[in-house]
C-alpha cells in the first residue's frame, strides 16, 4: 500500500515584473487554494505562516519569513497567488527560486 502524494504547486515566473512568482490555479478553479501551497512552502522551505491585516481594515495577507525576509502571498484579480521577490534580498531571492526549482512539491511551467 503506497500513499499517493499530492500533486506537485505550479509557479511560473512573470516575464513582465522582475521578482514576481504566480503560482496559478487549478483548472475549473475561480480562486487557488491557499492550503496546498502553504503545506508545499512549509515542507520545502521550513517555513511558518502568519496572517495579519494590512491596515486596519485590509484584507488579510498571508506571510512568512524566509533568511530573515518578510515574504508576503498576495491573491491577484484573476484568482492566482503570487509572492513578490523584486524587493528582497539577491542572495535570499535567488536561494528561495533554486529551493522552489528543485523541490518535489514544485513544479514549474
Do not use: H, W
Not at 33 to 41: D, K, S
Not at 88 to 93: L, Y
Amino acid at each position: 500500500m503506497s500513499s499517493s502524494a499530492p500533486p506537485p504547486v505550479r509557479f511560473e515566473l512573470d516575464k513582465r515584473s522582475f521578482g514576481l512568482v504566480q503560482f496559478p490555479r487549478q483548472k475549473g478553479r475561480v480562486r487557488i487554494q491557499l492550503e496546498p501551497l502553504q503545506t508545499a512552502l512549509k515542507s520545502c522551505l521550513g517555513v511558518t505562516f502568519e496572517e495579519r491585516r494590512e491596515r486596519l481594515f485590509g484584507p488579510k495577507v498571508q506571510s512568512f519569513t524566509f533568511m530573515g525576509e518578510r515574504v508576503k502571498i498576495r491573491i491577484l484579480e484573476n484568482g492566482n497567488a503570487a509572492i513578490d521577490l523584486g524587493s528582497i534580498d539577491d542572495e535570499v531571492r535567488e536561494t528561495l527560486l533554486e529551493q522552489l526549482r528543485q523541490s518535489y512539491d514544485f513544479e514549474a511551467l
